[in-house]
């Protein structure tokens, strides 16, 4: 009798397992309810994009994907906009035309496979194409969701956080100030500042032929005492150092250890993981890097050698939502918390915000307070309060286009979906 309840659970779980998976409008699954016919597959009927460039305090330049399917559901994506992305897209565009979209990760791996074996070795640069292939995965992630009926985090998943904690990215000190009132009415808890080496560059003394000099350091740690003053203590503080070489940054990080910063992000350019480890071994002040890194390749060696304490993948440049979460999840193996960057459209936000909630190990996502930063979206607009931003509950990314409002913001030259 045992024997026989649990083989009939395990074949009754099967068969919920597989409605779960495949959901509603999808032929491959052999169990269908009584009386009910399989609906067909849906599929890709056209990839499309649309440059945008916008000026609301933060100057930007996006790139939004749309993609259409045979049953009338769209999803759309962005990426940093670029005439090369545009020529990635519509080469992935070829493969993607009547494919089902909800099978996202398998197109995605297409998509890598004819970026880095079809397009020539004297025309290839992997950064964009990865970027055009973020882009376009964060439509397909929004058709999977719309077409199933659910959020797209639930289709990573599921939600490790009720609401996602944002930290702004500030500017300099000045910038703060003109800005304050906004960050406490959202109730920002931590700020990233400005203060690097070509914040001095102006100061007689400050920098000779690259180095930092002692006169340049004790203007850099002056303006980071000026900051913490001015903050208070209840509000975390980490630092954008852009130091040039290893030897400034180590003296850069020796230098700010009184303050406990949160980071210090990209003291040297991420392209020397051996520079990176002995950087990151000669402090306790937590270092963060990521948001020139792409896919999970180019972050795991940054974990194996302990080369940074905080990884900062953007979801539009590193491979999209779902790779983002699985870089997450490498560095939760290693210890390690995640504070991705995001300097995307509201439609980007969207999905670093799905991307987010599945992650376990999240510190913050980066967030711009540009004003009216959401007015591209129409109904729901996620909300801020407390320092944490509301994860979009309807189907698919849970936001929709306004297209009438976005039209304002095309580039010179830009022509509608």
Known sequence: MLAYDRRHFLSSLSGAAGALLVGPGHD???IHAAGTEPKPEIRITDVKTAMLEVDWGWRRRWMLIRIDTDQGISGYGDTWA???ARAYVLGYRQMLLGEDPTEVERLFRRMMGRAYSSFGAAHFDSGVAVHAASGVETALWDIAGKALGAPVYKLLGGRHWDRVRLYCCVGDLQDYLGMADVYRELG???LKFDATPPKVFGVQGAVMDGH???KGLSRLVRQIEDIRREVGE????????????LSNAMRYLKAVEPFDLTWVEDPIPATDV????????SSHTPTLVGEGLHLRHEFLEFFRRSATRLVAPDIQVSGGIA????IADLADLHHLQTCPHNASSAIGIAAAIHSCAAMPNLLALEFHAMPGWERILKGYRPKISNGFIDIPEGPGLGVELDEEETRKYLMEGETWF
Do not use: F, Q, Y
């Open 188 to 190: 920002i808890t931590c």
């Open 28 to 30: 491959r699954n052999p």
């Open 234 to 245: 209840e509000v975390e503080i980490s630092v954008e150092a852009r130091c040039g070489t």
């Open 323 to 326: 790779e983002s979460k699985k």
């Open 82 to 84: 670029s005439d090369a």
């Open 212 to 214: 930092l000099t002692r």
């Open 274 to 281: 051996e520079a990176w480890a002995t950087l990151t071994a």
